[in-house]
């Protein structure tokens, strides 16, 4: 299955754990592929940076570099219109749609409004969970 993770999806599974880490070690034992755009791995290093300064002791650099040779990465075109509130998370659904990824993951209140956008779901990180990795 793959999949694209929001960057508070991401960030918090490697900084916090919970269900977004539960989703992050799925990854990691090759039971989903993730999937990013150069523009989104950008955000996940620039917020990882930021929240790195508040919680030196995690590391974040060895997991972007597994996420750069280990994750599926395209180069998606934008979307035709904008279609969350916030325009800035189009990018997850270009992304998703660019390579049939069945949803994206997120905790984010406004792009979960979307629910569902050409075929792509977008489910918090515990729906995914217990959806998807529960066995």
Same mark, same amino acid.
């Given at each position: ?20 880490g ?18 989104? $791995?950008?955000?996940?290093?620039? /917020? %990882? &940076? #930021?929240?790195? +300064? ?5 590391? @974040? ?5 597994y ?15 904008q ?9 997850? $659904?270009?992304?998703?749609?660019? /390579? %049939? &990824? #069945?949803?994206? +993951? ?5 792009? @979960? ?7 792509v ?15």
């Open positions: 299955m793959r999949i694209v993770l929001d960057t508070n999806v991401f960030v918090s599974g490697v900084f916090f754990r919970g269900p977004p539960e989703i992050i070690d799925a990854w990691h034992a090759e039971h989903i592929q993730l999937v990013v755009s150069l523009e989104i $791995l950008d955000e996940y290093q620039r /917020v %990882g &940076a #930021e929240l790195a +300064v508040k919680y030196p002791a995690v590391d @974040l650099a060895p997991v972007l570099q996420l750069a040779v280990n994750a599926e990465i395209c180069d998606p075109p934008p979307l035709d219109e279609v969350c509130e916030d325009a800035d998370d189009d990018k997850f $659904l270009a992304c998703a749609i660019a /390579v %049939g &990824a #069945e949803c994206v +993951v997120t905790g984010d209140k406004l792009l @979960l409004k979307v629910a569902e956008y050409r075929g779901e977008v489910l918090r990180p515990r729906d995914f969970v217990d959806r998807h990795l529960a066995k």
